[in-house]
């Protein structure tokens, strides 16, 4: 079983998913260049558990909002 099948259960086409992947990229990249969200290499993660006030790596906030 391909590991992630699970990414695809819910969506027949997987295109929302990959949609929505699309705009989390762009959130991530948009807030990589603007100096207020970030420290260092990481990012302010809005994610409902951070809220805001954590700083992580991209790809932590990614896995997060997803
Ligand atoms: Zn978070």
Redesign the pocket.
Known sequence: MDSRSWMYRDLPQGLRMMDYCNRIQGFINYTQYNPINISEEDIR?S?N??KNK?F?GPDV?MM?LL
């Open positions: 993660c994610c558990r951070c954590k992580l906030i997060h």
